[in-house]
Protein backbone atom coordinates (compact mmCIF):
# COMPACT_ATOMS: atom_id res chain seq x y z
CA UNK A 1 0.00 0.00 0.00
CA UNK A 2 1.53 3.38 -0.65
CA UNK A 3 -1.30 5.75 -0.03
CA UNK A 4 -4.93 5.61 2.02
CA UNK A 5 -7.13 7.99 3.12
CA UNK A 6 -10.69 7.61 4.98
CA UNK A 7 -13.56 10.05 4.94
CA UNK A 8 -16.74 10.62 6.22
CA UNK A 9 -19.91 11.36 4.45
CA UNK A 10 -23.09 12.89 6.14
CA UNK A 11 -26.40 13.45 3.75
CA UNK A 12 -29.23 15.46 5.00
CA UNK A 13 -31.93 12.43 4.21
CA UNK A 14 -34.88 15.27 4.20
CA UNK A 15 -32.79 16.89 1.17
CA UNK A 16 -31.44 13.96 -0.36
CA UNK A 17 -35.06 12.34 -0.77
CA UNK A 18 -36.26 15.43 -2.49
CA UNK A 19 -33.24 15.16 -4.94
CA UNK A 20 -34.05 14.39 -8.65
CA UNK A 21 -32.56 11.14 -9.58
CA UNK A 22 -29.29 11.39 -10.91
CA UNK A 23 -28.08 14.12 -8.30
CA UNK A 24 -24.87 13.59 -6.76
CA UNK A 25 -23.41 14.81 -3.68
CA UNK A 26 -19.53 14.71 -2.87
CA UNK A 27 -16.97 16.07 -0.35
CA UNK A 28 -13.97 17.64 -2.00
CA UNK A 29 -11.76 16.08 -4.14
CA UNK A 30 -9.23 14.65 -1.99
CA UNK A 31 -5.07 13.35 -2.77
CA UNK A 32 -4.55 9.92 -2.19
CA UNK A 33 -0.97 8.24 -3.22
CA UNK A 34 -0.54 11.06 -5.20
CA UNK A 35 -3.88 10.76 -7.40
CA UNK A 36 -6.79 12.97 -7.17
CA UNK A 37 -9.98 10.86 -6.24
CA UNK A 38 -13.99 12.37 -5.60
CA UNK A 39 -16.88 9.60 -4.08
CA UNK A 40 -19.97 10.80 -5.42
CA UNK A 41 -23.37 9.44 -3.40
CA UNK A 42 -26.42 9.68 -5.33
CA UNK A 43 -29.16 9.58 -3.00
CA UNK A 44 -31.63 8.38 -5.08
CA UNK A 45 -29.60 6.43 -7.48
CA UNK A 46 -27.81 6.79 -11.33
CA UNK A 47 -29.80 7.49 -13.81
CA UNK A 48 -29.41 4.46 -16.12
CA UNK A 49 -31.20 2.83 -13.22
CA UNK A 50 -34.02 5.27 -12.84
CA UNK A 51 -36.25 3.85 -10.04
CA UNK A 52 -35.09 6.30 -7.71
CA UNK A 53 -35.03 2.96 -5.29
CA UNK A 54 -31.97 2.67 -4.09
CA UNK A 55 -28.82 5.08 -2.96
CA UNK A 56 -25.74 4.73 -5.53
CA UNK A 57 -21.98 4.87 -4.49
CA UNK A 58 -18.97 5.35 -6.68
CA UNK A 59 -15.25 6.48 -6.53
CA UNK A 60 -13.65 8.81 -9.32
CA UNK A 61 -10.60 8.64 -10.79
CA UNK A 62 -9.73 12.75 -11.22
CA UNK A 63 -6.37 11.97 -12.25
CA UNK A 64 -4.61 12.16 -15.85
CA UNK A 65 -2.95 9.36 -14.73
CA UNK A 66 -2.86 6.63 -17.41
CA UNK A 67 -4.07 4.12 -14.83
CA UNK A 68 -3.61 3.32 -11.09
CA UNK A 69 -4.96 0.34 -9.17
CA UNK A 70 -7.22 0.70 -5.45
CA UNK A 71 -9.31 -0.87 -3.07
CA UNK A 72 -12.16 1.37 -2.02
CA UNK A 73 -14.35 0.21 0.98
CA UNK A 74 -17.55 1.88 2.03
CA UNK A 75 -19.53 0.92 4.96
CA UNK A 76 -23.07 2.64 6.61
CA UNK A 77 -23.02 3.60 10.00
CA UNK A 78 -25.79 3.03 11.61
CA UNK A 79 -28.68 5.32 13.77
CA UNK A 80 -27.16 4.38 17.27
CA UNK A 81 -23.33 4.85 15.53
CA UNK A 82 -22.38 1.61 14.90
CA UNK A 83 -20.56 0.29 11.56
CA UNK A 84 -22.99 -1.80 9.78
CA UNK A 85 -21.88 -5.55 9.04
CA UNK A 86 -24.62 -6.14 6.17
CA UNK A 87 -24.62 -2.16 4.25
CA UNK A 88 -20.48 -2.62 3.62
CA UNK A 89 -18.85 -3.08 0.12
CA UNK A 90 -15.57 -3.48 -1.17
CA UNK A 91 -13.65 -3.73 -4.31
CA UNK A 92 -10.58 -3.91 -5.93
CA UNK A 93 -10.37 -2.34 -9.52
CA UNK A 94 -7.50 -0.58 -11.64
CA UNK A 95 -8.98 2.91 -12.77
CA UNK A 96 -8.23 4.13 -15.84
CA UNK A 97 -8.62 7.70 -18.16
CA UNK A 98 -12.11 7.45 -19.63
CA UNK A 99 -12.37 11.34 -20.65
CA UNK A 100 -15.98 11.93 -21.89
CA UNK A 101 -17.40 8.79 -20.62
CA UNK A 102 -20.37 8.75 -18.21
CA UNK A 103 -20.93 11.85 -15.40
CA UNK A 104 -17.56 13.79 -15.67
CA UNK A 105 -13.84 13.12 -16.78
CA UNK A 106 -12.38 10.31 -15.19
CA UNK A 107 -13.24 6.22 -14.42
CA UNK A 108 -15.62 5.39 -11.61
CA UNK A 109 -16.43 2.43 -10.20
CA UNK A 110 -19.03 1.18 -7.09
CA UNK A 111 -22.23 0.26 -6.51
CA UNK A 112 -25.46 1.43 -8.22
CA UNK A 113 -27.43 -0.01 -5.57
CA UNK A 114 -25.81 0.04 -2.62
CA UNK A 115 -28.84 -0.14 -0.13
CA UNK A 116 -32.61 0.24 -0.60
CA UNK A 117 -34.09 3.34 0.57
CA UNK A 118 -36.38 1.95 2.76
CA UNK A 119 -33.73 0.27 4.15
CA UNK A 120 -31.49 3.17 4.86
CA UNK A 121 -34.48 5.21 6.35
CA UNK A 122 -35.25 2.48 9.24
CA UNK A 123 -31.62 1.61 9.91
CA UNK A 124 -29.09 4.32 9.34
CA UNK A 125 -31.03 7.87 9.40
CA UNK A 126 -30.45 9.07 12.65
CA UNK A 127 -32.06 11.67 15.03
CA UNK A 128 -30.93 15.07 13.25
CA UNK A 129 -32.33 13.16 9.85
CA UNK A 130 -28.90 12.30 8.30
CA UNK A 131 -26.89 9.31 7.02
CA UNK A 132 -23.32 8.53 7.43
CA UNK A 133 -21.28 6.79 4.96
CA UNK A 134 -17.23 5.67 5.95
CA UNK A 135 -15.27 5.63 2.72
CA UNK A 136 -11.89 4.49 2.77
CA UNK A 137 -9.57 4.14 -0.54
CA UNK A 138 -6.43 2.60 -0.33
CA UNK A 139 -3.64 2.66 -3.24
CA UNK A 140 -1.74 -0.20 -4.26
CA UNK A 141 1.44 -0.74 -5.81
CA UNK A 142 1.31 -1.95 -9.65
CA UNK A 143 4.85 -2.95 -9.69
CA UNK A 144 5.82 -3.75 -6.33
CA UNK A 145 9.62 -5.08 -5.77
CA UNK A 146 9.20 -8.57 -3.81
CA UNK A 147 10.83 -9.17 -1.05
CA UNK A 148 11.32 -12.66 0.22
CA UNK A 149 10.23 -13.19 3.77
CA UNK A 150 13.14 -13.38 6.58
CA UNK A 151 15.08 -16.71 6.72
CA UNK A 152 16.76 -15.01 9.95
CA UNK A 153 14.92 -17.41 12.70
CA UNK A 154 16.04 -20.69 10.62
CA UNK A 155 19.42 -19.13 10.61
CA UNK A 156 19.39 -18.74 13.95
CA UNK A 157 18.39 -22.01 14.91
CA UNK A 158 20.44 -23.88 13.57
CA UNK A 159 23.36 -22.00 14.85
CA UNK A 160 22.10 -22.63 18.30
CA UNK A 161 22.37 -26.51 17.33
CA UNK A 162 25.80 -26.01 16.17
CA UNK A 163 28.51 -25.50 18.24
CA UNK A 164 30.52 -23.72 15.56
CA UNK A 165 31.46 -19.93 16.55
CA UNK A 166 29.70 -20.86 20.16
CA UNK A 167 32.34 -18.95 22.87
CA UNK A 168 30.13 -19.32 26.32
CA UNK A 169 28.93 -22.17 27.81
CA UNK A 170 26.41 -22.51 30.95
CA UNK A 171 26.40 -25.92 33.51
CA UNK A 172 23.05 -26.58 34.85
CA UNK A 173 23.12 -29.22 37.04
CA UNK A 174 26.17 -31.36 35.81
CA UNK A 175 24.28 -30.55 31.74
CA UNK A 176 26.39 -28.25 29.52
CA UNK A 177 24.63 -25.65 27.22
CA UNK A 178 26.85 -23.37 24.22
CA UNK A 179 25.82 -20.38 23.15
CA UNK A 180 26.70 -17.21 21.57
CA UNK A 181 27.61 -13.98 23.40
CA UNK A 182 26.66 -11.67 20.94
CA UNK A 183 23.12 -13.14 20.39
CA UNK A 184 22.38 -13.59 23.67
CA UNK A 185 23.41 -9.83 24.70
CA UNK A 186 21.62 -9.06 21.75
CA UNK A 187 18.39 -10.35 22.93
CA UNK A 188 19.12 -9.76 26.82
CA UNK A 189 19.84 -6.66 28.60
CA UNK A 190 20.49 -9.04 31.22
CA UNK A 191 23.30 -11.26 29.58
CA UNK A 192 24.07 -8.20 28.05
CA UNK A 193 25.60 -6.76 31.52
CA UNK A 194 26.68 -10.26 32.71
CA UNK A 195 29.04 -10.93 29.30
CA UNK A 196 29.86 -7.74 28.64
CA UNK A 197 29.85 -5.89 31.69
CA UNK A 198 32.17 -5.55 34.60
CA UNK A 199 30.85 -8.71 36.73
CA UNK A 200 33.37 -11.99 36.95
CA UNK A 201 31.33 -13.91 34.26
CA UNK A 202 32.47 -10.88 31.54
CA UNK A 203 35.80 -13.08 31.06
CA UNK A 204 34.20 -16.44 32.36
CA UNK A 205 34.25 -19.39 29.20
CA UNK A 206 32.22 -21.36 31.46
CA UNK A 207 29.34 -20.09 33.83
CA UNK A 208 27.60 -22.31 36.44
CA UNK A 209 23.92 -21.31 36.99
CA UNK A 210 21.70 -22.32 39.78
CA UNK A 211 18.63 -21.07 40.25
CA UNK A 212 17.09 -22.50 36.68
CA UNK A 213 16.24 -25.96 35.58
CA UNK A 214 18.21 -27.35 32.69
CA UNK A 215 15.46 -27.99 30.59
CA UNK A 216 13.99 -23.86 31.54
CA UNK A 217 16.86 -22.67 30.30
CA UNK A 218 17.23 -24.92 27.20
CA UNK A 219 13.28 -23.55 26.10
CA UNK A 220 14.46 -19.75 27.24
CA UNK A 221 17.47 -20.15 24.82
CA UNK A 222 15.63 -21.69 22.01
CA UNK A 223 13.21 -18.65 22.67
CA UNK A 224 16.00 -16.38 22.90
CA UNK A 225 17.45 -17.79 19.04
CA UNK A 226 14.18 -18.10 16.90
CA UNK A 227 10.77 -17.49 18.72
CA UNK A 228 10.88 -14.09 20.21
CA UNK A 229 8.33 -11.16 18.99
CA UNK A 230 9.19 -8.02 17.99
CA UNK A 231 10.67 -5.79 20.73
CA UNK A 232 11.59 -8.07 23.30
CA UNK A 233 14.46 -7.44 24.97
CA UNK A 234 14.25 -8.55 28.49
CA UNK A 235 16.08 -12.52 29.83
CA UNK A 236 12.86 -14.97 29.81
CA UNK A 237 9.81 -11.97 29.05
CA UNK A 238 7.37 -13.80 27.38
CA UNK A 239 4.64 -12.66 24.59
CA UNK A 240 1.75 -12.11 27.43
CA UNK A 241 4.65 -9.15 28.71
CA UNK A 242 5.08 -8.09 25.33
CA UNK A 243 1.07 -7.87 24.72
CA UNK A 244 1.09 -5.85 28.07
CA UNK A 245 3.92 -3.37 26.31
CA UNK A 246 1.91 -2.45 23.38
CA UNK A 247 -1.45 -2.58 25.60
CA UNK A 248 -0.38 0.48 27.77
CA UNK A 249 1.01 2.18 24.73
CA UNK A 250 -2.45 2.00 23.08
CA UNK A 251 -4.49 5.32 21.69
CA UNK A 252 -6.72 5.85 18.57
CA UNK A 253 -3.28 6.36 16.34
CA UNK A 254 -2.10 3.03 17.62
CA UNK A 255 -4.97 0.56 17.94
CA UNK A 256 -4.98 -0.84 14.76
CA UNK A 257 -1.75 -1.81 14.16
CA UNK A 258 -1.42 -3.09 17.97
CA UNK A 259 -4.86 -5.30 16.96
CA UNK A 260 -2.89 -6.47 13.67
CA UNK A 261 -0.06 -7.75 15.85
CA UNK A 262 -2.17 -9.31 18.28
CA UNK A 263 -3.52 -10.63 15.09
CA UNK A 264 -0.02 -11.84 14.00
CA UNK A 265 1.54 -13.73 16.45
CA UNK A 266 -2.15 -14.82 18.24
CA UNK A 267 -2.49 -12.86 21.48
CA UNK A 268 -6.26 -13.46 22.04
CA UNK A 269 -6.46 -11.55 24.84
CA UNK A 270 -4.73 -8.06 23.31
CA UNK A 271 -7.09 -8.98 20.34
CA UNK A 272 -10.16 -8.39 22.77
CA UNK A 273 -8.60 -5.61 24.30
CA UNK A 274 -8.23 -3.54 21.12
CA UNK A 275 -11.89 -5.22 20.52
CA UNK A 276 -13.37 -3.08 23.58
CA UNK A 277 -11.33 0.11 22.91
CA UNK A 278 -12.44 0.02 19.46
CA UNK A 279 -15.75 -0.88 21.11
CA UNK A 280 -16.24 2.69 22.60
CA UNK A 281 -18.08 5.25 19.72
CA UNK A 282 -15.63 7.82 20.03
CA UNK A 283 -12.40 5.73 20.09
CA UNK A 284 -13.91 3.93 16.68
CA UNK A 285 -14.78 7.61 15.04
CA UNK A 286 -10.47 8.78 15.41
CA UNK A 287 -9.51 5.55 14.89
CA UNK A 288 -11.18 4.42 11.36
CA UNK A 289 -9.43 7.87 9.73
CA UNK A 290 -5.56 6.38 10.96
CA UNK A 291 -3.39 5.23 8.10
CA UNK A 292 -2.96 2.18 10.87
CA UNK A 293 -7.10 1.53 10.44
CA UNK A 294 -6.62 1.53 5.98
CA UNK A 295 -3.39 -0.85 6.37
CA UNK A 296 -5.25 -3.14 8.91
CA UNK A 297 -8.57 -3.04 6.13
CA UNK A 298 -6.16 -4.44 3.80
CA UNK A 299 -3.66 -6.78 5.30
CA UNK A 300 -6.46 -8.40 8.08
CA UNK A 301 -10.33 -7.93 6.04
CA UNK A 302 -11.23 -10.83 8.36
CA UNK A 303 -10.25 -8.79 11.44
CA UNK A 304 -11.92 -6.34 10.48
CA UNK A 305 -15.41 -7.47 9.70
CA UNK A 306 -14.58 -9.35 13.18
CA UNK A 307 -14.64 -6.19 14.50
CA UNK A 308 -17.60 -5.01 13.06
CA UNK A 309 -19.99 -8.04 14.20
CA UNK A 310 -18.35 -7.80 17.97
CA UNK A 311 -19.68 -3.77 17.99
CA UNK A 312 -23.03 -4.80 16.06
CA UNK A 313 -23.67 -7.86 18.83
CA UNK A 314 -22.88 -5.15 21.89
CA UNK A 315 -25.68 -3.09 20.42
CA UNK A 316 -28.13 -5.82 20.24
Not at 7 to 36: C, F, K, N, T
Not at 134 to 144: F, H, N
Request: proline residues 4%; glycine residues 6%.
Amino acid sequence: MVGSAAVQLRVDDELASQAPIGYAVYPDIISVGEHLWRIECLPRGDVEDGSGEYISIFLRHMSKSTSVTAIFEVFLIDNYGIPSMTETRRILRTFRIATGRGRGSGDSWGWRHFVKRTILEDSYVDEESHFTFVCAIMIIDDCPICVPPSDITTHLGRLLDDTDGTDVSFVIDGETFTAHRAVLAARSSVFRAELFGSMAEATMSSITLKDITPAAFKAMLRFMYTDALPGESELGESPSMCSRKLWDKVSVETVATTLACAETYNCPELKNKCFDFLAVEKNFKEAVFTDGYAWLVLKFPLVTAELKERMQGMED
